[in-house]
């Protein structure tokens, strides 16, 4: 969601959350009122495994941290995700606020996910997962960098997404922080009437559980 009013190949204004917030968005009359509190260093994406040509760049030009799903293959989600928090919150004194889009799974785990918003006579799936900091962001997307949602493929799962214990670790490390102070679960939508809807709820309420404590042991 970093895209900006000129650069969203979508023309999509719920793919440009990111940068209203970091003030580099331009003017846009009707979105004025949204406050530039966002700093570049206060942001971290988590998980990428397709990122537009301008987001790429927006990325690169304002030092934006970000992990890709190569990066966990490497890594393992454990440190990344402790590589994540040392950027954005080094000494563990900001209060975080948990965003997590089920679409930033893999659509084998939780395929029950994401809106249909017609476009130019195609459907879009929405999607991603992150979390927020007060003015800091670490942040797990699916297909594009966002902060709220962002449309996928037309109608097309991305595969190579986290898996079911990778997602519950993420959550589990937040509430272990001591600093969680939200948490929401995007995109689960049991609306797509398929037969894996259920399966999609129950892992959304457990990723929630998780986030508020519920541990293995």
């Not at 003030?23 to 009707?30: F, L, Q």
């Not at 989600?77 to 080094?90: C, F, K, S, W």
């Not at 996910?113 to 879009?124: A, S």
């Not at 519950?168 to 398929?194: F, Q, R, W």
């Amino acid at each position: 969601d970093i895209n900006t009013p000129e650069t969203t190949t979508s023309g999509n204004i719920h793919g440009c959350p990111v940068s209203f917030l970091l003030g580099i968005a331009g003017e846009v009359p009707e979105f004025e009122w949204v406050p530039h509190c966002l700093r570049p260093d206060r942001i971290v994406y988590i998980g990428l495994r397709d990122v537009d040509k301008d987001e790429k760049r927006i990325l690169r030009e304002k030092g934006i941290k970000a992990f890709s799903m190569s990066h966990v293959d490497r890594y393992g989600i454990g440190q990344v995700v402790e590589m994540a928090l040392d950027h954005v919150n080094p000494k563990r004194d900001r209060p975080i606020h948990l965003s997590f889009d089920i679409d930033a799974l893999d659509p084998s785990v939780a395929p029950s996910t994401g809106g249909k918003w017609e476009c130019l006579g195609n459907f879009y799936s929405l999607g991603e997962f992150l979390f927020v900091q007060k003015t800091s962001v670490i942040g797990v997307s699916t297909n594009y960098l966002r902060l709220i949602f962002h449309p996928l493929s037309p109608g097309t799962p991305v595969r190579g997404g986290l898996t079911f214990r990778e997602g519950h670790y993420i959550c589990e490390a937040m509430s272990e922080t001591g600093l969680l102070v939200g948490v929401d679960i995007m995109e689960v939508n049991p609306a797509l009437k398929s037969k894996f809807s259920g399966q999609t709820v129950k892992i959304a309420c457990s990723l929630v559980k998780c986030s508020l404590g519920e541990t293995l042991l």
